[in-house]
């Protein structure tokens, strides 16, 4: 599992970048390397016109973002949605705490459903937050920082 500061480092970054510099982003710390990953492909596309992420976060136990685009080109359309896609599958095989492989389960009796490890998996939703807080505070002053590089 990523440290909370090497977290709030990589997270830093990653909203400086381009794609993540404004809107509202949520990253779960198991989660960074595909928001990364997501960026570098987006960054790698023939420019013609601006993506942005206008939001991203954990959506129904996989790891979902919102792209915009101010291009009428159909293939630049037809481009972005592999990375969307591909972010979206890996994060439902990705543990959302630990980056392990993971599956999306339903956490307690309720329709609480995330994607995480058999580890992670077992425990009780109370723990599980326990373990996001550190990220959660980090995630804060991400946003609160503007996404400035440290």
């Known amino acids: 599992m990523i440290e909370p500061e090497e977290y709030r480092r990589r997270l830093r970054a990653l909203l400086a970048r381009p794609l993540f510099r404004k809107g509202s982003h949520a990253v779960n710390p198991g989660w960074i390397g595909i928001a990364e990953r997501l960026a570098d492909a987006v960054e790698a596309l023939p420019r013609g016109g ?3 992420c206008s939001q991203c976060g954990e959506k129904f136990g996989f790891w ?4 915009v685009f101010d291009f009428s080109d159909g293939d630049m359309r037809d481009a972005l949605t592999g990375p969307m896609r591909e972010a979206e599958v890996v994060s439902s095989q990705t543990c959302l705490v630990c980056g392990g492989p ?16 058999p580890e992670h998996a077992g425990l009780p ?8 807080r550190p990220f959660v505070e980090a995630l804060k002053q991400g946003a609160a920082d503007d996404g400035k590089p440290a």
């Open 125 to 132: 939703r109370d723990e599980i937050s326990a373990l996001l």
């Open 64 to 67: 979902k973002a919102y792209l």
């Open 102 to 117: 993971g599956e999306i389960v339903q956490v307690c009796d309720d329709l609480w459903h995330l994607a995480l490890c």
């Open 50 to 52: 601006t993506v942005r």
